[in-house]
């Protein structure tokens, strides 16, 4: 499973950014979830969608502002990003779950992870 994420780039706070994450080489029966990594910093979970598409979940710091949504004609998995911060600057990365155990919220939980691409907030 090959994952390529794109879309990223420099907005101005309260600006708006779509990112975008296609799957190849397998099928799209995957949680997918995005995570950031600030420089120095963890990296943190933003959001993720169940395999279905029907489950979401989103870290605390974004609910309200970003969604997440996927395409499964295009295998390809999506996050709005709407009123950014400057706190939101860091790389995004998409990451695959197959499999049923661990949880949404650990970048341990996933299998697959693709290149990341860089959001950079501006105040």
């Known amino acids: 499973v090959q994952l390529q994420a794109y879309g990223g780039g420099l907005v101005q706070a309260g600006g708006s950014l779509r990112l975008s994450c296609a799957l190849s080489?397998?099928?799209?029966?995957?949680?997918m979830g995005w995570f950031r990594q600030a420089p120095g910093k963890e990296r943190e979970f933003v959001a993720a969608?169940?395999?279905?598409?029907?489950?979401?979940t989103y870290g605390d710091s974004v609910k309200g502002r970003f969604t997440i949504s996927r395409d499964g004609t295009k295998n390809t998995v999506y996050l709005q990003m709407d009123n950014l911060k400057p706190e939101d600057t860091g790389r995004y990365y998409c990451a695959a779950k197959s499999g049923t155990s661990g949880d949404y919220f650990s970048p341990g939980s996933y299998d697959d992870w693709g290149q990341g691409t860089q959001v950079t907030v501006s105040s």
């Open positions: 969608n169940g395999w279905s598409g029907k489950t979401t």
């Open positions: 080489g397998g099928t799209f029966r995957y949680a």
